[in-house]
């Protein structure tokens, strides 16, 4: 559960127990197969990782990013699957990957304090029932022993108004999303999401975390798909 700034406590982040035990039962009658080539075995397999090449984000002067690999082929398959086939025990494969992107910058010196993540909004959440970009962040903060901090809240731009009048603290950030002020102060921070296409969102995130006083932003994803 995630506390934002207007106090309401709008997010499950986590399935619910009965779907638990569903999936639990699932992976037990259904062997696993690779989201990307079928291959038994794994959610997403080792060959199927390891086509993935690593690439740089063109997300303009203010903000550096990087993807694990570009969105087409196996990749494109597992992501597909994570974010519309209900396989979200494939963010522990497609995690890894991002953690690894973070691990990579973190050992050439790179200054990480935190991970955040773009958040999915809450009626989006209702419809998938879990947050894929969360679950990649959990599983970039757990590798890297860095904070997960929930620092930012998506808004509808047909209902600021409705969020602001109710967070003191919150500042209107863009129209994409608010944050608590302070919250990210004098953090050198990794803002984490599954797939950039324009940059847009990762780059209106990234004014969110600054404005929240974060001292830095570096974005990490699963795939390009400029
Ligand atoms: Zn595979």
Redo the contacts with the bound molecule.
């Keep these: 559960m995630l506390a934002y700034a207007d106090g309401r406590r709008r997010l499950v982040c986590r399935p619910t127990e009965p779907s638990r035990r569903v999936r639990t039962l699932s992976d037990v009658v259904l062997p696993r197969r690779?989201a990307?080539?079928?291959?038994p075995g794994d959610w997403?397999?080792s060959?199927?990782r390891d086509a993935c090449e690593p690439e740089a984000l063109a997300l303009g002067p203010s903000l550096r990013g990087r993807a694990a690999g570009t969105f087409a082929g196996?990749l494109r398959e597992a992501i597909h699957a994570f974010k519309y086939g209900g396989e979200h025990a494939l963010s522990n494969e497609l995690g890894a990957l991002v953690a690894r992107l973070v691990a990579g910058d973190l050992a050439t010196g790179t200054l990480l304090d935190a991970v955040i993540v773009v958040p999915l909004h809450r009626d989006r959440l209702r419809e998938r029932g879990y947050d894929q970009a969360l679950l990649l962040a959990e599983r970039v903060a757990s590798s890297g022993a860095l904070s997960l901090l929930p620092a930012l809240h998506r808004i509808r731009r047909t209902d600021p108004q409705v969020v602001l009048d109710r967070a003191e603290r919150a500042r209107n950030l863009g129209g994409a999303f608010v944050g608590v002020a302070d919250s990210l102060r004098g953090l050198r921070v990794a803002l984490v999401d599954d797939v950039a296409t324009t940059g847009a969102t990762l780059r209106s995130a990234a004014a969110a975390a600054r404005a929240c006083g974060a001292r830095s932003v570096r974005a990490y994803v699963i795939a390009s798909d400029a």
């Design positions: 690779c990307g080539c079928r291959a997403l397999c060959s199927c196996p």
